[in-house]
């Protein structure tokens, strides 16, 4: 038997001693963080430029527009500084950023939002014209407030409430998707975690007779449903007559290194993960392809992508890395037809740090003098 020296033993422990300094350093840096972003965006939205709401909605909104990509910017430092890194594979969506389309997306952890939210930092003004449809408990986080403000919508699952949830997305994307401006609608079918939905979402699949999925789930087609037909050209023609309608459906995978284990927004925060590399793969298919109408063949097309999301997953599981395409060649490839470029490389997800400095600094400097307005405001009230 080999002996450790001691001083090789207290040589690991210092180090493992001071990773958990780190970690626990930086987790309260991502509280201070929040505290002196999300207070003040909504005091700038709520108190500041509320006014400009009544008076001038257009700017109102294009104000908000930029404080909401200004805090997402924030949310995606926190993996990037922690060297959580985004690549991209698949196909250029680029043709995509200025249209409207329905983002699809697996769900495997809490980490997942803030690392798409990394991923949509350099797609031009993708990031202030999101809209992201979300479980209701999201409302009751630090960022639910942001949210509810930038007009997310938040659903509430169950047999029980469906119908009525469906209607409020409609209303919701006539109300405040439309007159807002937003461009890009990010939906988890799955609704919910891959590790809590994977045992009933199998056993539903052997009682009605469809593959038995590992990586994913089998989504559920109701709120895409909802969002495709109130967004055709053909509704929008009669309810929001020059309305631009859906062009695409943007199609994402997430893959985690270490045969699937996901991080999650806590080890985000902290960094208690070593270095790694979160693959994030690509597809579009224009919305003509769609059965749009047709529910049984809809819920196929669904069930479609999300079995090769399966085999896309179980090849980077099995390799590291995401085909360009499952299948290669002409004509109808990965169930479309339209075929945009592939990337021949990954591409990494970076970030320009003197602007990430700029943007904290305005952060802080908003607070700052907002807790100097507040003071001063109350200081006039007279106490009895």
């Known amino acids: 038997m080999v002996r450790v020296p001691l001083w090789c033993l207290q040589e690991m422990e210092l180090r493992r001693l001071l990773h958990q300094v780190r970690c626990w350093l930086r987790v309260m840096f991502v509280l201070a963080n929040n505290l002196y972003c999300i207070p003040t965006y909504l005091a700038w939205m709520w108190v500041i430029f509320y006014p400009l709401r009544v008076l001038l909605p257009p700017l109102y909104w294009a104000i908000e527009r930029q404080l909401f990509r200004l805090l997402l910017l924030m949310v995606s430092f926190w993996s990037w500084s922690a060297e959580y890194y985004v690549d991209e594979v698949g196909e250029d969506v680029s043709e995509c950023y200025g249209d409207r389309s329905l983002v699809l997306v697996n769900h495997q952890s809490t980490a997942d939002v803030p690392l798409l939210m990394a991923s949509f930092q350099g797609k031009r003004s993708v990031t202030e014209h999101l809209m992201w449809i979300m479980d209701r408990l999201f409302k009751y986080t630090n960022f639910g407030a942001v949210s509810m403000t930038h007009g997310d919508f938040f659903i509430t699952q169950g047999k029980d409430t469906r119908n009525t ?16 401006g937003l461009k890009w609608v990010v939906l988890f079918p799955e609704g919910g975690f891959l590790h809590k939905r994977r045992a009933t979402s199998q056993r539903y699949a052997r009682a009605n007779g469809y593959p038995i999925l590992e990586h994913v789930t089998l989504p559920r087609v109701g709120a895409m449903k909802t969002v495709l037909e109130t967004l055709t050209a053909e509704n929008l023609a009669k309810t929001h007559k020059g309305e631009e309608p859906l062009k695409w459906v943007v199609d994402i995978t997430i893959g985690y290194p270490d045969m699937g284990k996901p991080l999650d927004l806590f080890v985000i925060s902290g960094g208690f993960r070593k270095q790694c590399v979160v693959h994030m793969h690509y597809r579009r ?24 999301k399966e085999d896309l997953l ?6 590291g890395r995401f085909p360009g395409r499952l299948h290669q060649g002409g004509g109808d490839v990965d169930g479309k037809k339209d075929l945009a470029p592939l990337r021949e490389t990954p591409l990494r997800v970076d970030f320009n740090i003197v602007w990430i400095v700029l943007v904290h600094a305005f952060f802080i400097m908003s607070t700052l003098f907002h807790v100097a307005l507040f003071r001063w405001l109350f200081s006039l009230v007279p106490l009895w």
């Open 165 to 180: 949830q469906l209607q409020r997305l409609r209303d919701h994307i006539a109300e405040v998707y439309l007159r807002r």
């Open 285 to 308: 298919f224009p919305i003509a392809e769609l059965p749009i109408h047709d529910t049984e063949a809809l819920t196929k097309w669904l069930y479609d992508r999300w079995a090769e």
């Open 314 to 319: 179980d090849i980077f599981y099995r390799t």
